[in-house]
């Protein structure tokens, strides 16, 4: 072999040797930045945190209505949990009783079977009854309703 033709191996060989590193190289670094996703995971947890903190609850008596399905035979009893943004929002809320009662006693019989027996129904009615509520207290108190009773008969 000629020194021409082993200087073309050596550097050959070189390259192809710097090729497989680089593709080391980037595979461990690909690797270690997937190890390494703190900032993203603090922001959800943060984020995780503040959607998981409860804000004041204020607990209201049991609802039963007829349902607007045809023969209106079928009912639904129903107990309910506000979340509240801030707890001085409590003492109106006592006051307002019998007006909030009544916004949701308007809400409820509108409603048919099969509207509430999905979990997008649910939602919906979770969503029409803060509105309303919001709206006739005017300013945002309720944050959240959690259902903690639910029975269609």
């Not at 509240?84 to 809320?93: A, G, N």
């Amino acid at each position: 072999m000629s020194k021409k033709n082993m200087i073309i191996f050596g550097g050959i060989a070189v390259l192809v040797l710097a090729i497989i590193g680089g593709g080391f190289f980037m595979l461990w670094h690909k690797l270690s930045t997937l190890g390494n996703v703190k900032p993203e995971g603090e922001a959800a947890k943060t984020s995780e945190k503040s959607q998981n903190s409860i804000g004041p609850l204020f607990a209201l008596e049991t609802f039963i209505v007829n349902l607007s399905d045809q023969g209106g035979k079928r009912y639904l009893r129903i107990t309910m949990t506000l979340e509240l943004e801030d707890p001085k929002y409590t003492d109106e809320l006592n006051k307002r009783l019998p007006q909030i009662r009544d916004c949701i006693l308007t809400i409820l019989p509108t409603r048919k079977v099969d509207d509430l027996q999905t979990i997008e129904g649910k939602n919906s009615l979770r969503e029409e009854i803060i509105g309303k509520l919001n709206t006739l207290l005017g300013k945002q108190i309720v944050k959240r309703i959690y259902f903690t009773d639910f029975v269609i008969q």
